[in-house]
């Protein structure tokens, strides 16, 4: 794939490592002389040096024939703005960001950049899953406003244990998608068992979690 970085931030500087260790073709772009100098010489790869909200240097870059269009400046306004302009000047067929601000999300996700990735968000998970024994885990957020996917797994004295999923009177807002074993993963049906340290994968509303959790996990 042809992916364009724009903004080599600490971020975008090990995304471009990783992306060109893996065999993709990669372009960065970058305002800071001394930015673009370590990406030039540490490694190796094409980089511009310039406003990546610029139309000029965006063309120079090759948007245009760009698989993927990622926005890392570290300003959650310029990162909307550049992946507006190479959605709608340039064709880009998908854009992606970090945002630094959590009530910037919506927003982005609303003007339809296609994958939105939330830095606390993202904390937030890698702490959960760091906890022994945390039942919850939140493994994205989905391109519907308020909806997410999360994992919970389910401990040994739940309610559920033994039950089937149809049996499961879950939130309207809420479905089962998966469930991950020691053995594998079950696509879920009604007539499913649920087991002792079962990871359920479900897509819930923000405002459903709560219950879901206690459904999952209540005794």
Same mark, same amino acid.
């Given at each position: ?126 702490? +959960? !899953?760091?906890?022994? /024994?945390?039942? $919850?885990?939140? *493994? ?8 997410? &996917? @999360? ?5 040994? +004295? !739940?309610?559920?244990? /033994?039950?089937? $999923?149809?049996? *499961? ?8 998608? &998966? @469930? ?40």
């Amino acid at each position: 794939m042809y992916i364009v970085i724009v903004g080599c931030s600490e971020a975008g500087y090990y995304l471009a490592r990783a992306l060109v260790t893996s065999g993709h073709e990669v372009a960065v772009i970058e305002r800071d002389r001394h930015r673009h100098q370590l990406l030039t010489e540490g490694l190796g790869i094409v980089a511009l040096l310039g406003d990546g909200a610029d139309l000029e240097t965006l063309d120079k870059a090759g948007v245009g024939r760009a698989d993927v269009v990622v926005a890392l400046t570290g300003v959650d306004a310029t990162n909307l703005v550049i992946c507006q302009t190479v959605q709608h000047r340039f064709r880009a067929p998908r854009t992606m960001t970090l945002v630094k601000d959590p009530k910037n999300e919506p927003v982005f996700e609303e003007l339809g950049v296609d994958v939105v990735v939330n830095w606390i968000q993202l904390a937030l998970t890698a702490l +959960e !899953a760091g906890v022994p /024994g945390h039942p $919850l885990r939140h *493994l994205m957020n989905l391109r519907q406003p308020g909806m997410q &996917l @999360v994992c919970v797994a389910v401990p040994p +004295e !739940a309610d559920i244990v /033994g039950k089937r $999923l149809g049996e *499961l009177q879950l939130p309207p807002n809420s479905f089962i998608s &998966l @469930v991950v074993k020691k053995g594998g993963a079950d696509l879920p049906s009604n007539h499913y068992l649920v087991e002792a340290e079962d990871e359920i994968i479900a897509v819930t509303s923000s405002g459903d979690e709560q219950l879901l959790y206690d459904i999952l996990t209540g005794v």
